[in-house]
């Protein structure tokens, strides 16, 4: 089955500097990866998405970047704010059929420092 | 807020017991899933229900099962309870508007004791 790998665990950066999240994955299958934000007792939010068929996707200031060769995505934050501090979810999955849950990374917690 | 509803909020209960959760999709989605998080396993896919039908199954144990009714609420059951059952319990929900994305509920936090 699908392992997905994130990197860091924690990762504490200045307010306004850039924040940058890796995420591996096994499964040359899988075609869609997800970014989910988890606020502490929320339910994780969907931020942003990317699918197999495009490179780059960027919302306002967040982007995600996705190299299928090297099976690896990242999520980029620029201009940081303290509303960003949150624990950070990357996922893939197989679309096919749209029947396979998410395969999740251990989080990133992103503390921004004011 | 997501659309997605769940009860209850909480739950705490005794080893050996039996629990169910309940989720209400966002409307117009037929799909349901249901994931477990725990510090030690993260967050874990458990089944997928379209439109009363079981679609997938991920790490669900023996003891767990889960049902989509008419209405497209779902319950999730958890029998046979042990101590580390104890996490949080979420469901997703996910049209075919929507393509692939997963739309989560609150969560329920369950507490075995």
């Known amino acids: 089955g699908e392992n997905v790998e994130q990197h860091p665990s924690t990762l504490s950066v200045q307010e306004g500097d850039s924040a940058v999240i890796k995420c591996t994955y096994s499964?040359?299958?899988?075609?869609?990866f997800p970014w989910y934000k988890q606020e502490l007792g929320k339910g994780p939010q969907l931020i942003i998405d990317?699918?197999?068929?495009?490179g780059e996707k960027k919302d306002q200031r967040i982007a995600v970047t996705l190299n299928k060769t090297a099976k690896h995505f990242s999520l980029h934050i620029t201009e940081t704010q303290p509303e960003d501090s949150a624990v950070y979810f990357c996922?893939?999955?197989?679309?096919?059929?749209?029947?396979?849950?998410?395969?999740f990374g251990k989080g990133t917690h992103l503390i921004i420092q004011p | 807020d997501s659309g997605v509803t769940q009860t209850p909020k909480h739950l705490i209960t005794a080893t050996g017991q039996r629990v169910t959760l309940r989720c209400s999709p966002r409307?117009?989605?037929?799909?349901v899933y249901w994931y477990q998080q725990s510090l030690d396993q993260g967050l874990q896919f458990l089944i997928h229900y379209y439109n009363g039908e079981e679609r997938a199954k991920g790490n669900i144990l023996e003891r767990f099962s889960a049902q989509q009714f008419p209405d497209l609420h779902s319950e999730l059951n958890l029998s046979s309870l042990e101590l580390g059952d104890s996490a949080l319990y979420f469901c997703a929900s996910n049209g075919a508007s929507s393509y692939n994305e997963q739309f989560f509920g609150p969560g329920t936090r369950l507490t075995v004791l």
């Open positions: 499964d040359s299958a899988s075609n869609y």
């Open positions: 996922a893939a999955s197989n679309s096919g059929g749209g029947a396979d849950g998410l395969t």
């Open positions: 409307s117009g989605d037929l799909s």
């Open positions: 990317i699918r197999s068929n495009v």
